[in-house]
C-alpha cells in the first residue's frame, strides 16, 4: 500500500469536518472576556431545541445565526456556550432552549409524534430541520454545518449531563459550557467524544462493504464500530472487521477523520488490508456484507450501479473512503 496516498494536508471537505472557528479554549475561565464577547454586537449564536437547530427564513436561503437579543427572544435558553470565534473576532455561542420553546404536532394519520413536526408557535419566519438534512442535502455553507455540528454535540452533551454521575446532584455549567460542575462532591464533568472507526477492508481490486437494517435500501457501505477502553484505532479496525465479517486484516492505515455529531462522535477513516476473502456475517451488527470489485464501486458512486446498489453520499466519510481507494489517489481533501 502506497502511503504517500494517504496524506491529508489540507481540511477535508465532507460534512461537519469545516469548522472556521477559534475555540479560544484559553479564555473560557475569563468571566470579564466572556461578559465582554456576550455585549459584542456582532456576537452572534446558533440555537438549538429538542436536539434540532433553528432556522431563519430569509429571500436568500435559511440563515442558522442569530443575533444574542433574537436568540434570547426566542424563548429561555437552558444552557449557553461560547463555541468561539469568527477571524474576524466576532464571538459566535450555542444556545440551548428549553423544550417548552417548541411543540410538537402529531401528524394527523395514527397521533403519533414526528421530529419533522416541532414548530415554534406563530413564528412562520422559522424553521426546524436536522442536523443530517442540513448536511446532506447543503442547506447551509460547509463552514457554519461544522459550527453547528459542534454546537449540537456540546449542548446534546449538557441536556445529557445535568446531574453527578458520582453523587447524583444536578450539576451546573462552568468555563463557559466547556464543564459541568458538582457543588455537593466536587466533581469536574467534561465533555467527551466517542471515537468510532469507519473502515474499508480491501484486498487488490476487491474491497468489502456491508450493510445494517436501518441503511436505505440497497446501500452499502464500509464497516464501523466504537473503540473500546484501552483499544488502539488499528486493533479497533481488526477487531471489528472480524466480529461483523469474519475476514482477518493486517495493515491499518488512517485516511481522515469526521466529526459527527448523533449525538457526539469522531469517524476515524481507514483502509484495512485484508489477509483472506473468507466471510461470515454476524446477523447482528448487519444483516449482509459481500466483496465488490473496484468497478462495481464505480459504479455505485455514479449511480449507475446494474442492480440499483449504492453507496453513502458525499456527506459521509465513508464516501471519501470509497473514492479514495477506486481512484488511487485522495480525493478526501480540496
Not at 56 to 68: C, E, I, N, Q, R
Not at 320 to 330: A, C, F, R, Y
Request: aromatic share 6%.
Amino acid at each position: 500500500m502506497n502511503k504517500a496516498l494517504f496524506q491529508a494536508p489540507r481540511p477535508p471537505r465532507f460534512g461537519f469536518a469545516v469548522n472556521p472557528l477559534d475555540r479560544l479554549s484559553e479564555r473560557r475561565e475569563d468571566a470579564a472576556f466572556l461578559a465582554e464577547s456576550r455585549a459584542k454586537a456582532e456576537a452572534r449564536a446558533v440555537v438549538f431545541c429538542r436536539d434540532m437547530p433553528v432556522l431563519k427564513k430569509t429571500a436568500s436561503g435559511l440563515d442558522p445565526l442569530f443575533s444574542l437579543s433574537e436568540a434570547h427572544g426566542l424563548g429561555a435558553a437552558r444552557e449557553s456556550v461560547l463555541l468561539g470565534a469568527e477571524e474576524d473576532g466576532a464571538p459566535i455561542f450555542g444556545e440551548l432552549l428549553d423544550d417548552s420553546a417548541v411543540e410538537l404536532r402529531a401528524d394527523g394519520s395514527d397521533g403519533f409524534l414526528d421530529k419533522r413536526l416541532l414548530v415554534l408557535p406563530g413564528r412562520d419566519d422559522l424553521s426546524l430541520i436536522d442536523m443530517r438534512s442540513i448536511a446532506v442535502q447543503g442547506l447551509v455553507p460547509p463552514p457554519i454545518v461544522g459550527l453547528m455540528g459542534q454546537a449540537k454535540a456540546i449542548l446534546s452533551w449538557h441536556a445529557r449531563h445535568r446531574f453527578c454521575p458520582n453523587c447524583g446532584a444536578p450539576t451546573r455549567l462552568a468555563a463557559a459550557g466547556w464543564r459541568r460542575e458538582c457543588d455537593r462532591c466536587k466533581a469536574q464533568h467534561f465533555p467527551r467524544t466517542d471515537p468510532v472507526v469507519i473502515m474499508l477492508a480491501v484486498d487488490g481490486d476487491n474491497c468489502l462493504l456491508g450493510r445494517q437494517p436501518r441503511f436505505p435500501k440497497l446501500m452499502y457501505s464500509c464497516l464501523a464500530g466504537f473503540v473500546e477502553p484501552g483499544e488502539t484505532i488499528e486493533d479497533a479496525v481488526r477487531r471489528e472487521i472480524r466480529e461483523e465479517a469474519g475476514v482477518v486484516c493486517g495493515q491499518v492505515s488512517y485516511l481522515a477523520s469526521q466529526p459527527w455529531p448523533f449525538p457526539s462522535s469522531l469517524m476515524i477513516g481507514c483502509i484495512a488490508e485484508a489477509a483472506g476473502r473468507d466471510l461470515y456475517v454476524d446477523g447482528l451488527e448487519l444483516e449482509d456484507a459481500r466483496w465488490f470489485s473496484r468497478d462495481e464501486v464505480v459504479a455505485m458512486l455514479e449511480g449507475r450501479h446494474p442492480d440499483r446498489l449504492t453507496a453513502p453520499n458525499p456527506m459521509a466519510v465513508a464516501h471519501h473512503i470509497l473514492q479514495t481507494w477506486v481512484d488511487g489517489s485522495s480525493p478526501l481533501h480540496a
